[in-house]
């Protein structure tokens, strides 16, 4: 029987974690050794079988190349996109790799994608929740970076489908922490999460609305975390080393590794005391041993911290804010355990940061915290609200039954876009919104989530309405969408309930369907938007011959527009949307004068502000058309 706990996941580029809610308060699951970190590393054995976390981190000096880590930096990225990365990390990427396909990273003889990869990790974070609950666990709540794209979220979220867990949500990093201190509780404020981890660097500005969180800025460094300060101390030792010892250790892998070890030791037991010795063995029975005492610690690492400044100043800037406006600083990272890190961030924004809970566990605690919520929570998070990504594109239908977007997939909530359209016949008074969601092209291939009109609208000539359609999602998932006619203030309104309604299996064959549809959808709307395009130009010329504006225009011009007119139509029902685009180009160039005209007589009455003669026109169906694509804006 599977269990009814969802887990919260921190994968991280150094350390992933998982957790979950137990009673009203997050917990982090250790692994079997007893750990809560297990270290984003993978590696291969003697006999080729995976090996992951603490484990796997002595391949990395063993056998190098039968190991990976830090293998977030590659996700969802192309080989264009991590040359800087390839300087810096020993990835060995697969050798037939071409441009714009998936990475592939060399792993002994095997390649793997990095969704593969990070799998591999959440693998093994799974079988420690499985474990610890004696029961399968499916479901989880991945954190990834507030900045990730649409890419790398999408890989982290296959990464998860690939280690057998159904991804319920992805939330951001601070956003998590947030949770974790349950700052969602408070009804206002600006929230700056500092995260200093192993290999990177990320500030978020958050801002608090009624219990909404909201990214207003971010920005970083993705390389500089722990990991530097690592470097320096061995760096160091080296060279007292070579001075005191007259050894030259630095091509000697076994025992740069074992400096590693020592120095990070030193490292995390200066976060609590005064000094700490770093004692080496080195090759022929030599011995290196240096206290390193908290100043000289300090002095050393000071322009390594320093270096954070800049990033926070910019973010700050982005946001428009001045270091007085923050209410709350959260600590994340196993890096701002150290005291002078802490210090730095509380003079930069002159706020106590929060501290109560471990920095390094804090994500995974705020995504047990999402956890909770989602599987329909306890008592106390009841109230909590939802925060996500949209899991899909949200958007109406427009003439011709296709699909325009109005707020894209994995778009973060709350959201809210804004787009114009018009009217297809001359004097529509109703106008159809049906509000769709999916990643097709054609409406009747998306979900249809609702239908309204907007009823009233003055009847003017097709095209001249100016409808404004907003979309906004609040962050309990519910989209509320409005209808506004600018030049009349009509407006219509309509909630419609629940955005997230699909299961994550449905999701998942919808995105699966767009890609295998991909192409035949794109012609099928093209010769559909063609078509129509086509049939509201003809219908426009045969009103626009029995307007005075056509007698203005020349003999020629008239012959000319003629033959044009004869040859769109001969193409207009044809399935090559490419000689019917042709057709109305040339027609839309010859009629341009003639639209021209007809449209200053048009504008001139409209902003008279004589409501035109219904008569002029043709009523407008009742039911009302969808909307049309319009030109402005
Ligand atoms: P990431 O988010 O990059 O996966 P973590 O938040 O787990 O990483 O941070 C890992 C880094 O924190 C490592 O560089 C580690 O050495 C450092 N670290 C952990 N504990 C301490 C400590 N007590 N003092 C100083 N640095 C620490
Ligand atoms: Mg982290």
């Known amino acids: ?69 830090s293998v977030k930096r590659l996700m969802g990225r192309g080989v264009e996109d991590i040359q ?8 060995q990427l697969a050798e037939d790799l071409h441009a714009g396909e998936v990475l592939r990273i060399k792993i002994g003889e095997r390649t793997y994608t990095p969704p593969e990869i990070s799998a591999l990790v959440l693998r093994q974070l799974k079988r420690n929740a499985e474990r610890f609950f004696g029961a399968p666990v499916t479901q989880a709540v991945i954190t990834v970076p507030a900045y990730f794209n649409d890419a790398q979220r999408q890989a982290t979220k296959d990464a998860g489908r690939i280690a057998g867990l159904n991804v319920l949500r992805l939330v951001n990093e601070p956003t998590a922490a947030s949770l974790a201190y349950g700052l969602d509780k408070k009804t206002n404020g600006i929230i700056v999460v500092y995260d200093l981890g192993g290999g990177t660097f990320d500030i978020s500005i958050l ?22 300060i690592d470097n320096l101390l061995i760096a160091v030792a080296l060279d007292d080393i070579r ?53 000289v610690f300090e002095q050393m690492i ?36 150290i005291p002078k890190v802490r210090r ?72 809210s876009a804004t ?31 609702a239908r309204f009109d907007l009823k009233g609208v003055p009847p003017m000539p097709a095209g001249m309405p100016r409808i404004e359609v907003k979309f906004l999602i609040d962050a309990n998932g519910i989209l509320r969408v409005s209808a506004r006619e600018q030049r009349s203030g009509q407006e219509a309104e309509i909630d419609v309930q629940p955005t997230y309604g699909l299961t994550d299996e449905q999701v998942e064959n919808m995105l699966l369907e767009s890609f295998d549809y991909a192409e035949e959808d794109f012609r099928q709307r093209q010769v559909i938007e063609a078509r129509r395009e086509a049939d509201t130009i003809l ?23 003629g033959t044009l007119e004869q040859a769109l139509v001969a193409v207009k029902d044809g399935d090559d949307y490419h000689a019917i685009r042709e057709g109305i180009d040339a027609l839309n160039q010859a009629t341009m004068r003639l639209a021209e005209l007809m449209m200053d007589t048009a504008v001139s009455t409209a902003l008279k502000g004589k409501a035109m003669d219904d008569t002029d026109f043709e009523e407008g169906p009742r039911a009302g058309h969808p909307v049309a694509k319009a030109d402005f804006e």
């Open 1 to 69: 029987m599977a269990s009814d706990y969802i887990v919260g996941i921190d994968l991280g580029t150094t350390n992933s974690l998982v957790a979950y809610m137990q009673d009203d308060a997050p917990v982090v699951i250790p692994g079997e050794d007893g750990l809560n970190l297990v270290p984003s590393v993978v590696a291969l054995d003697e006999k080729n079988q995976i090996i992951v976390g603490n484990a796997a981190r002595k391949y990395l000096i063993e056998t190098p190349e039968r190991a990976v880590y």
């Open 84 to 91: 800087e990365e390839l300087k810096l990390f020993p990835f």
């Open 207 to 228: 801002k608090l609305h009624d219990g909404i969180f909201e990214v207003i800025a971010t920005n970083g460094d993705t390389h500089l975390g722990g990991d530097d």
């Open 243 to 295: 001075g005191d010892l007259g050894l030259d250790v630095r091509r000697n892998g076994e025992a740069v590794a074992r400096i590693r070890k020592a120095v990070i030791e030193a490292k995390i037991a200066l976060s609590s005391q005064p000094a700490a010795k770093v004692d080496v063995d080195l090759p022929g029975g030599k011995k290196y041993q240096r206290e390193i005492s908290l100043e």
């Open 302 to 337: 000071q322009p390594i911290i320093d270096r954070t400044v800049g990033p926070c100043k910019q973010a700050l800037k982005d946001a428009g804010l001045k270091p007085e406006q923050i209410d709350e600083v959260v600590l994340v990272g196993g890096s701002t355990r």
């Open 344 to 415: 730095l961030v509380q003079d930069l924004f002159g706020r106590v940061p929060h501290t109560d809970l471990n920095p390094d566990e804090v994500v995974a605690l705020g995504a047990a915290v999402q956890a909770n919520i989602l599987g329909g929570g306890s008592e106390i998070t009841k109230e909590m609200l939802l925060l996500d990504v949209t899991p899909l594109s949200l958007g109406i239908e427009v003439a011709g039954g296709v699909t325009d977007k109005i707020i894209l997939r994995n778009s973060t909530v709350p959201a």
């Open 419 to 449: 787009q114009y359209y018009t009217t297809q016949v001359d004097g529509q008074t109703n106008v159809a919104i049906h509000v769709l969601q999916g990643e097709r092209e054609l409406a009747r291939d998306c979900r249809s989530l």
């Open 539 to 561: 219908t426009a010329l045969a009103k626009g011959k029995i307007n005075p504006a056509w007698q203005e225009l020349t003999s020629e011009e008239r012959g000319n527009v």
